[in-house]
């Protein structure tokens, strides 16, 4: 039992060779994404929507369609041809930003469905590299904060090719994605060489499985009412997280602050940094039990910065940029563990013979959808709000409802938990 529960040196080796390969992997595959958000797409009307508008509400679509496609793709998926996968799906991305160039505006929103749809299919095919092993949450962590240092990058790598190699709107997409193309084969390449996880791995975490839908439908028959809370809390984040990704650069311009290129990679990057410290650092809990309920109160205490620090915002107390930051913090306080700590921990203490990448594709399915749905309300109803003031208004909702429905699931898998070791009593 002392040898399976301590690290070795070869396990902390695999550990942070894998944990530099995957971030590296994500954020420049996150550049095939995220670029454009930093333009403002100006001039072009849409059925009466601003152009912008269309275009992050099709490529959200595009990512929402591939979340209920992934939803069984991930599950089933076996473990072999997963690099040669991840080049042919980025490169469909890659190419339509090529058609997006190409193609007159506004008649070219279409091409970022099949941008978004392809690149969510990556996330669980990652992830599937790395997990079930006892060394998960520190490499996840990794993982996971390239969400947030990856799209700042890619905003800031796009600003610049626009500002100093004067690349247009409509081009930056796909320069941006020709910078990270060598990067990402590289990545790639490495990636397939992360090793299997060991017996040790296996006898703490559990083997992951390709999962039939049989399985799944056991497991939502027994954790449902658990699973619909979470559910509920990451459509809340992802609606939040998607807000402020495609629209930072638009929330600052609507404050009248001169806003330097680096300030997207700057603030994301501290936010990286905190995040990688904080869900490293899981990894020292060896108890599953343990580690996936203190997950609920990390999540809990980000929904609670959220709603604070915009209450200071709202009265003048902080500037937009201590704003920004905190309710990004706050955001990814939620967001980020349950990536890559939550349902890892998830199927650990309760011992099921399965993988994350379903629970995730469940989840991230329905986030897509409420964030569709609250762009289109925003939009399609012609409310007469600002970006700034719209986001800060939904940052308040989100906060109470999200606390509520966090702590409620933490309530909800404790009774779980207790009933199980009931019954082996």
């Not at 152009?51 to 591939?66: D, E, N, P």
């Not at 997409?173 to 990402?184: C, D, E, K, Q, R």
Request: net charge positive; proline share 3%; with cysteine.
């Amino acid at each position: 039992m002392q040898q399976l529960n301590r690290f070795t040196r070869k396990e902390w080796s695999q550990a942070l060779y894998a944990a530099l390969v995957v971030f590296c992997l994500y954020t420049s595959l996150f550049s095939f994404r995220k670029a454009f958000n930093v333009a403002a797409f100006n001039g072009y009307t849409l059925w009466g929507l601003d152009y912008k508008i269309v275009l992050v509400i099709t490529q959200v679509m595009g990512y929402m369609a591939s979340k209920f496609y992934g939803i069984r793709f991930i599950a089933e998926m076996e473990r072999l041809g997963r690099g040669r996968l991840i080049l042919v799906l980025t490169g469909i991305a890659w190419l339509s930003w090529l058609a997006f160039a190409i193609l007159p505006a506004p008649y070219n929103f279409w091409c970022l469905f099949f941008n978004g749809f392809p690149l969510g299919m990556l996330w669980g095919i990652v992830f599937s590299y790395v997990e079930g092993r006892r060394m998960t949450d520190l490499i996840s962590a990794a993982l996971a904060v390239s969400f947030i240092f990856g799209s700042g990058v890619a905003k800031s790598v796009a600003a610049f090719t626009m500002n100093n190699w004067q690349v247009s709107e409509y081009w930056m997409p796909f320069v941006t994605g020709a910078i990270f193309s060598v990067p990402l084969l590289l990545f790639i390449y490495l990636v397939e060489k992360i090793p299997p996880p060991s017996e040790a791995d296996i006898a703490q975490r559990t083997v992951r499985l390709p999962m039939p839908v049989t399985e799944r439908k056991t497991l939502l028959k027994n954790y449902g009412t658990g699973l619909v809370l979470l559910i509920l809390v990451y459509m809340l984040v992802t609606i939040l997280r998607e807000v402020r990704d495609s629209f930072m650069a638009d929330m600052w311009r609507e404050t009248g602050e001169q806003v330097d290129n680096s300030v997207f990679a700057q603030t994301e990057t501290i936010i990286s940094l905190f995040m990688l410290v904080l869900i490293a650092s899981m990894v020292m809990i060896r108890n599953n039990w343990r580690a996936f309920n203190l997950t609920h109160y990390i999540m809990a205490s980000g929904f609670l910065l959220c709603l604070l620090v915009t209450i200071a915002f709202n009265k003048g107390a902080i500037s937009t940029w201590w704003w920004m930051l905190s309710v990004g913090m706050g955001l990814y306080l939620v967001y980020i563990p349950f990536n890559s700590i939550l349902f890892e921990r998830f199927i650990a203490t309760f011992q099921i013979a399965g993988n994350v990448g379903f629970l995730i594709y469940l989840a991230d399915a329905f986030g897509y959808l409420g964030s569709v749905a609250v762009l289109m309300s925003k939009t399609v109803f012609k409310l007469d709000i600002s970006w700034l003031n719209f986001y800060t208004g939904l940052v308040m909702i989100t906060g109470f409802v999200g606390l509520a429905a966090t702590m409620g699931s933490a309530i909800y898998f404790a009774g779980k938990r207790a009933a199980s070791i009931k019954s082996l009593n």
